[in-house]
Antibody, heavy 116, light 108 residues
Framework: EVQLVESGGILVQPGGSLRLSCAASGFTFSSYWMSWVRRAPGKGLEWVANIKQDGTEKYYVDSVKGRFTISRDNAKNSLFLQMNSLRVEDTAVYYC?????????WGQGTLVTVSS | EIVLTQSPGTLSLSPGERATLSCRASQSVSSSYLAWYQQKPGQAPRLLIYDTSSRGSGIPDRFSGSGSGTDFTLTISRLEPEDFAVYYCQHYVSSARTFGQGTKLEIK
């Protein structure tokens, strides 16, 4: 069974940093592009970042470029999102996700709250 | 950068009725890279349709997708009570996964 389990979401002050993790199991992690997607309270889904299977290509939504870094450790079946210079508008539930043809897999999400 | 605009913002219908949701892209997109998602409160999104018209795993056949170029449609032929949720279209390529702003489907 495919499982994606996010962790690391907490309350942090504006300007602070946070590292989210996603533990993957039940599939060949190193074979898939992986993504982070977020949903802010009362708003819609927003794609945040993508990373290629071997980590050589990374892409970000404009609003997080230069502040967030996506990475992965294929040996540990783990995906990460390093979040720096956090802003109030980064408050959201962050999901780890990937697609495999007819199926799409998502974690349960981890809540990041940026507030003073 | 492609922008996806969904309409209407909110759709009020009754169970048993037909729902038609629209997604318009700011420029022509390949129909191979257009998907639809459903999200209910407190749950992760669920893939309904990929490649414009292919149903995801386990998705009932009352859900169908169509379209090309800049205009895409999700149709729910006969609404069931569990279909009332928020729906998103998405354009996906390796470098980005852009979502529309969503359509809320509510019970009339």
């Amino acid at each position: 069974e495919v499982q994606l389990v996010e962790s690391g979401g907490i309350l942090v002050q504006p300007g602070g940093s946070l590292r989210l993790s996603c533990a993957a199991s039940g599939f060949t992690f190193s074979s898939y592009w992986m993504s982070w997607v977020r949903r802010a309270p009362g708003k819609g889904l927003e794609w945040v970042a993508n990373i290629k299977q071997d980590g050589t290509e990374k892409y970000y939504v404009d609003s997080v470029k230069g502040r967030f870094t996506i990475s992965r450790d294929n040996a540990k079946n783990s995906l990460f999102l390093q979040m720096n210079s956090l802003r109030v508008e980064d408050t959201a539930v962050y999901y780890c996700t990937f697609s495999s043809g007819r199926s799409d897999y998502w974690g349960q999400g981890t809540l990041v709250t940026v507030s003073s | 950068e492609i922008v996806l605009t969904q309409s209407p913002g909110t759709l009020s219908l009754s169970p048993g009725e037909r729902a038609t949701l629209s997604c318009r892209a700011s420029q022509s997109v390949s129909s191979s890279y257009l998907a639809w998602y459903q999200q209910k409160p407190g749950q992760a999104p669920r893939l309904l349709i990929y490649d414009t018209s292919s149903r995801g795993s386990g998705i009932p056949d009352r859900f169908s997708g169509s379209g090309s170029g800049t205009d895409f449609t999700l149709t729910i032929s006969r609404l069931e009570p569990e279909d009332f949720a928020v729906y998103y279209c998405q354009h996906y390529v390796s470098s980005a996964r852009t979502f529309g702003q969503g359509t809320k489907l509510e019970i009339k």
